[in-house]
């Protein structure tokens, strides 16, 4: 139960992980990395991504993500909006668990921070581009 709670936790910032470099990276692409999810329910655990971008837009990308924590792995998908040339706000959907929620992807050259928070918890995780 503390894996699917970290699960959907992190699905969220994972989906908003990867959009948009100020400079010469794109949001396109694929993008992995790691950070924390905090289940209103439960202890704080690590958690892993890979997370793909495809523009559907000028502004609006489709994510695509693989998480993992040690006791659960579990796919998002959603979309992000780019607010400015290097911050995204969005939404994701896990249907295993039926849970959603909203994600921040904030780029900084060739790295991205997510974060997001859903009704059964939040989280942030840092990615690279692959």
């Keep these: ?5 970290w699960l959907l936790l992190f699905l969220p ?3 908003f992980l ?3 470099a100020v400079g010469a990276v794109s949001l396109e692409g694929t993008w992995s990395g790691a950070g924390m999810v905090n289940p209103n329910k439960g202890q704080r655990e690590q958690v892993r991504c890979r997370i793909t971008y495809k523009r559907e837009s000028a502004k609006v990308f489709s994510v695509a993500a693989k998480c993992a924590t ?4 579990m796919r998002q998908t ?8 290097s ?8 249907s295993d668990y ?3 929620g909203r994600v921040r992807v904030i780029v900084k050259g060739s790295a991205q921070t997510v974060t997001f928070q ?11 581009k692959n």
């Design 1 to 5: 139960m503390r894996a699917r709670i």
């Design 98 to 100: 039926d849970v959603s």
């Design 118 to 128: 859903s009704p059964r918890g939040s989280g942030s995780v840092t990615l690279r």
């Design 18 to 20: 990867s959009h948009g």
């Design 78 to 85: 959603g979309k992000l909006l780019e607010v400015s040339p």
């Design 70 to 73: 040690s006791s659960v792995k």
């Design 87 to 94: 911050r995204y706000v969005g939404e994701f959907y896990n």
């Design 13 to 15: 910032l994972a989906l």
